[in-house]
């Protein structure tokens, strides 16, 4: 069975899922080359269907899902349209569509969107939202929407009033168990219309979908579910929940209210970071100062905060910092200063919000597995979703301090996962298809799904840069690429397929030497980033222990920080002997091969591993934009697909008379 995901918000994407195994993600950034761009076209649809080798005839059924908020907007809405309702052949199942029916609403009175809105707002335009979708320049706001979005899904009365975080843990979730009506109620039924093909599927509610992706790749046969985002202040099912996993089934336990996502990613943006990437670059900054400005009044979900007198959590957090920070003697002059970013104003506010927010998670959490024990759940295993799971000292506390001993985050748990987290709920939990037999190849060649480029491609774009670059091809370039990073050269790494998340995990990789410490610095300037930004390791799984502890091993996605136990990586040790680690293991092709040829060549097991892109940009997709990163940048090689290829020098540049510049804003 072919199962077509489409995410419509921001970071919006396509999966093909056949069979329960993820064949093909395509993130649309990698495509438009603009980072986070939502809506779709009919040629990303088509592009994942041609790379899962099928054809529109093929699929069996649709998942769409967007961001809260964000309609559907696609650029050939004669193609391509979504009717809210059942599809005559719809195998599934949805109390939502029941419930409606039996109160006489009409579905299509619950669809939303307002990020058209503010884009063409002719007084107020949202400049976020333009930069999210470029396209607005050429095409007219009436001829961009498909369809609105649904926000509304069903609800359980366990979940009305507002309940503090320790409230929510002391409710009675029996009913909920093995209840049909919430299972099946974050779904509703509809049929997408795609070049004159009418497809049953549904639409999935934005956390069901982080949910799914979360669990379902997760390899484990039940869990706890924590998801929550970093965007919305808003409380109820639309910000995360607490669910259950149980073989196919996905569960909703309960909205959790928490607003720390969204405080977090405020504070990031107020302190001098754009709002987009601000969480990130908080959590990499938090490292330098000390918590100082901490205080548990702000721990809890909104309901907790409100009962203390927090109304508004950003502000009164940002407000009782800055107090804390002049009655301490601070240098306020230095707060957002962009050029004195390490500053202890700055570094300690965002220490202090960061243990704020593995605060919070901790408590929530522990309402989860409390929940759990109460109604007889299995109860070892945690996986986390949405943007907040980026967060890797939160993942690793939950790991090392929370109740749960298996803590589990897919590489694409933000916003990039929701296609395939869609796709993976309708397949299991609306059409009951039962989870595969535990492989490693049971979800397919996770997390590199995207597109695969043939000889002929890869020929094709050296000849562009023919006269700009030298080519290559070493007996083994894992070999060779050991032996230029053991000579202390920068690569760049492309190999197969794109890696799905925002963090690059050896096939779109700028690489260097770790035990080098002027390579912190080094490669901070080749990707145009600020200098005090930390870099993460990749390290050969089996000798992992050896090098990290206090995360869980393996940690193949990069979502877990672990203390370095060696001095010998400065590259990769950030100010507190923290490390965001990715474990690389046997079935990881090339790459592998590449770190255990420079384990061979110099007895480090471990390489600085950060994502291949320049400042703002997405991870680089094609080779034609990995040979205009290294003919525009400072990368000494660059390994492309087998070749070794080597930017020649500017007089042969320039009497090769030069050549298109692809992709890359620089
Ligand atoms: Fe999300």
Redesign the pocket.
Known sequence: MNVLGLHFGHDAGVAVVRDGRVLVHLLRERLTRVKHAFSLDLAHIDLALAEAGIGPGDIDYCAVTS?QNYELVADDTSALALLPQPHPDDRGYSSLQELFEARGVDVRSRLVGEALERIYDPLQPSEIHRELYPEYRRRSKDASRVSGYLLDYVHASLWDGEPTLEEIGARNYAELKDNDYTRFGLHYPVTLVLRGRRIPGCMVQ?HAA?AASGYYTSGLRHASIFTH?GAVFRCGPNNGMFYYGEEHKLLPLTPHHLVAGALYTRVGNAIGFALRGAAGKLMGLAPYGEPRFFDAKFVGNAFDLERRGVVEPFADWWQHCLAQARRLGYDMEALADTTRMTAPVNADIAASTQLLFEETLLAAVAQLRRIGADIGLANRNLCCS??TALNCPTNSRLFRESAYTEVRVEACC??SG?AIGGALFAYHNVLEQPLPQASAQARGPLPYVGRNYGPAQLDAALDEYAGRVRATAPESWEQAAAADLAANRVIGWFEGRSEVGPRALGHRSILADARHGANWERVNRIKGRELWRPFAPAVLEEEAPHWFSGCPLPSPHMLFTASVERPDMPAITHVDGSARVQTVGPGDGAFRRLLEAFHRLTGAPVLLNTSFNGPGEPIIETPQEALAFLVSCDLDVLYLAGRRVERLAAGADAAAGGGAQIGLRR
């Open positions: 961001t934005h982080h985002d949405g943007g933000d916003d929701l």
